[in-house]
């Protein structure tokens, strides 16, 4: 439940310099390797959709009068990583029952909230450091990385307190 098995297989992977794939919705993992991107590179799938509106796509009402479109997914692959998880919606989509998915939620908003405690703390180590380096400067990429990681970081407690 703490992906240390995931910690430890990503480590030895970027330790080894393995080319691989590998999906994980541990968001401490990856503000882990978001600092170190020389040897993992972050990615997550954006989606958008599209709406079709095409008679021919067999989508009708309960009452097969006419044509009601269908929406289309459409991904892609960006830099970065997700900052949060669509799990209860896919589970809820999935059938669980909804009292599950809101006590999942209630354990996941708590872990989220003290992985983002965490990763502030690592962020202002890591600032302390650069400011005993005399490093803040704009042109420096840690310093770039650091508010990069702070900024996402207090986005994802603002997005807990707002599901609060």
């Known amino acids: 439940s703490t992906g240390a098995i995931a910690h430890a297989v990503v480590g030895e992977l970027a330790k080894r310099r393995t080319r691989t794939l590998f999906a994980t919705h541990y968001h ?17 799938m954006d989606v958008a959709l599209r709406y079709d509106n095409n008679d021919n796509n067999n989508n009708t009402d309960n009452n097969n009068a ?14 970065g990583a997700s900052w949060r998880s669509f799990g209860p919606q896919v589970a ?5 029952p909804s009292d599950v998915v809101e006590c999942a939620t209630r ?21 302390a450091a650069l400011v005993d380096a005399d490093r803040l400067r704009d042109d420096d990429d840690e310093w770039r990385r650091v508010r990069v990681d702070v900024a996402e970081a207090l986005r994802r407690e603002r997005f807990c307190d707002a599901q609060e």
Not at 69 to 78: E, Q, T
Not at 92 to 96: I, N, R, S, T
Not at 108 to 126: D, L, Y
Request: aromatic content about 4%; overall charge positive; proline content about 4%.
């Open 66 to 79: 006419k044509s009601i479109g269908r929406i289309v997914p459409l991904f892609k692959c960006v830099d």
């Open 107 to 127: 354990v996941a908003r708590e872990a989220t909230r003290k992985a983002t405690q965490r990763a502030i703390v690592v962020a202002a180590r890591r600032l």
């Open 92 to 96: 809820l989509m999935a059938g669980v």
């Open 28 to 44: 401490a993992l990856t503000a882990t390797y978001a600092a170190r991107p020389d040897a993992v590179a972050l990615r997550r």
